[in-house]
């Protein structure tokens, strides 16, 4: 496991110098910010792949011994980094808004929230406005008392937020809680601060829209970390066997 960890870290560092400069015609197909990549790259290369990180939210960490879950872990880091840092230079002014939670930023629930994409209808008004965290009008925000996916692998919060994770698990998980908090942050705002973020949570087409647009870059991003580290991989493969024949 430590020589598949040290090959991936290798690799990928390497990487990191490829990652602002265009690899052929597909540096024209997506709209990732390299910039953003190369960053959150760096970062999740040195959290995802370390077992320490996980253990100071006092969670058990992947396995790390199987290679696709070590992967899986950084991707998903990437994912979920590059999303929330999209949404932080869309509306600078949220993380100074304060928390829902002692030690849970609003700003990181507003990306928890709008992180699966555009087709879920959230109903964040009626939920703020019926100011009941377990009315009907509330069961699609639900899922921000959770910390990891139907599958077990750990996605937004552990990897954007570790103190917000401490937070969760210090009202023991409570849906009630948690969203009481996110309804009471909400109505501390300003108004204009409220219509912005219902321009990325609300139901409408616009709305949507942009919370697709947000997931679907995340997505590109990591799939272009894979790429590149796929080929500075068999750039070293091919590189190691070149010396071994002398070449």
């Known amino acids: ?74 991707r998903n880091c990437i994912t979920s980094r590059y999303h929330y840092s999209l949404l932080i230079n869309k509306y600078p002014w949220l993380v100074s808004t304060g928390d829902i939670l002692p030690n849970y930023p609003g700003s990181v629930s507003v990306g928890y ?45 552990p990897y954007v937020c570790p103190r917000c994770v401490v937070a969760h698990n210090e009202v023991s998980g409570s849906q009630e809680k948690i969203l009481q908090g996110f309804i009471q942050w909400f109505l501390s705002l300003k108004i204009p601060q409220r219509r912005a973020i219902n321009a990325f949570l609300g139901d409408d087409a616009k709305a949507y829209q942009l919370r697709a647009m947000l997931f679907n870059e995340s997505q590109q991003a990591a799939q272009r970390y894979e790429e590149i580290r796929a080929k500075v991989e068999q750039q070293e493969l091919e590189q190691r066997r070149n010396q071994l024949l002398g070449q």
């Not at 953003?36 to 006092?58: F, G």
């Open 113 to 157: 929230i709008g992180s699966n994409g555009g087709s879920t209808t959230l109903r964040m008004l009626d939920c703020v406005g019926s100011k009941d965290p377990l009315s009907e009008e509330c069961r699609a925000m639900m899922y921000i008392s959770q910390v990891s996916n139907n599958n077990g692998s750990f996605d937004y919060l």
């Open 1 to 74: 496991m430590k020589t598949l960890l040290r090959s991936l870290v290798s690799s990928t560092i390497a990487s990191l110098v490829l990652l602002l400069k265009p690899i052929g015609c597909k540096a024209q197909e997506a709209p990732v910010n390299m910039n953003i990549l190369a960053s959150v790259a760096r970062s999740c290369q040195k959290d995802a792949t370390d077992p320490n990180y996980y253990k100071q939210m006092d969670i058990n960490p992947p396995d790390f011994a199987q290679a696709q879950a070590l992967q899986n872990s950084v």
